[in-house]
């Protein structure tokens, strides 16, 4: 474990949120803090597993490193609501940027990219820490490369696109991650991101069993307003915030680690899920899940942000 300070002003003057447990997998029975700058409002966990300590709690079976079929097998009802959330994704870069090099950072087994493939104009590469998940996503034809951001990887200036679908809480120095996506990115790139958005309908309704304090790999819980100053500082602008994607997946998830706090059996909860997961529920919710995510107070947040040039120091 490690003790670290507030991501975003630097300061170590918290307040304790929650303790919490590993509701999604259950590895252990191990609690873990989430702590609240007092100072900027950043949510972060405090202290945190170390990069090498928080392997263990990536299992195999993680959702990300599923493979999303979308062929024959698959239902037609379940290709078509697969195929809309990618395509979504897909039109949320393409209002911003017609065509050019895209990075997927921690693009797991490249289900995005796989969807995105062969669209004309493009080039399409995946950064994933796992070499299991990125060995499935070479065996697609997808081009992904074993790493972190931390490891400069790539040249400067090379990717007119850098996206990260639900990533960056999931990483111990986001700020830093955000400098380096800064240097990857063109001059007139731009960054495309979600992540879980504690300003939502959803955390009010599930508090500590929501989805967004996946404990312990969300090592950070962000909002607008704490990541403006954290994309700003890093000399990105907002271009456009969103919270109109993604919320009826995130929501099943919350049933499931509200089942989990209340000690029910695995079995029950898988039994639940499987019923919520239905295609013609998820078809149904959706209008609702979309009224209920305006005004950014959806579960997740879109943020697509344009590279500024760096003050001069
Ligand atoms: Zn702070």
Redesign the pocket.
């Known amino acids: 474990m490690e003790t670290t300070r ?6 170590d003057d918290y307040r304790l949120l929650y303790t919490l447990q590993d509701l999604h997998f259950r590895i252990d029975d191990r609690r873990f803090d989430y702590v609240q ?6 949510v972060y966990q405090n202290p945190r597993l170390t990069s090498d300590e928080i392997g263990r709690y990536y299992p195999s079976e993680y959702e990300c490193y599923q493979v999303v079929e979308s062929g024959r097998q698959t239902s037609w009802l379940k290709r078509r609501l697969i195929d809309f959330g990618f395509n979504k994704r897909w039109k949320t870069v393409l209002r911003y940027k017609p065509g050019g090099t895209l990075l997927d950072v921690g693009c797991a087994t490249g289900n995005f990219l796989f969807h995105m493939h062969g669209k004309p104009g493009w080039v399409l590469k995946g950064l994933e820490v796992s070499a299991e998940a990125a060995g499935l996503a070479r065996s697609r034809g997808l081009d992904v490369t074993v790493g972190t951001l931390e490891e400069s990887i790539f040249a400067g200036g090379e990717f007119d696109a850098i996206t990260l679908w639900d990533v960056l809480e999931h990483l111990h120095d986001p700020a830093r991650a955000l400098n380096e996506i800064h240097r990857l990115l063109k001059g007139d790139g731009i960054l495309v991101f979600r992540v879980p958005n504690l300003d939502s309908w959803d955390y009010r309704l599930f508090k500590q069993n929501w989805h967004g304090f996946e404990t312990p790999r969300h090592l950070y819980v962000f909002t607008l307003a704490t990541l403006k100053p954290l994309l700003e500082r890093a000399g990105f602008r907002i271009l456009h915030a969103g919270s109109e994607y993604g919320s009826y997946m995130t929501v099943v998830l919350d049933v499931r680690f509200w089942m989990a706090a209340r000690g029910y059996s695995r079995a029950a909860i898988e039994r639940a899920a499987r019923v919520l997961y239905h295609p013609a529920l998820r078809v149904i919710f959706s209008p609702i899940a979309s009224l209920l995510g305006g005004n950014l107070k959806g579960p997740s947040l879109t943020i697509v942000a344009a590279k500024q040039p760096l003050a001069a120091n």
Do not use: F, H, K, V
């Open positions: 507030c991501n975003l002003c630097g300061s700058c007092r100072r900027c409002g950043l």
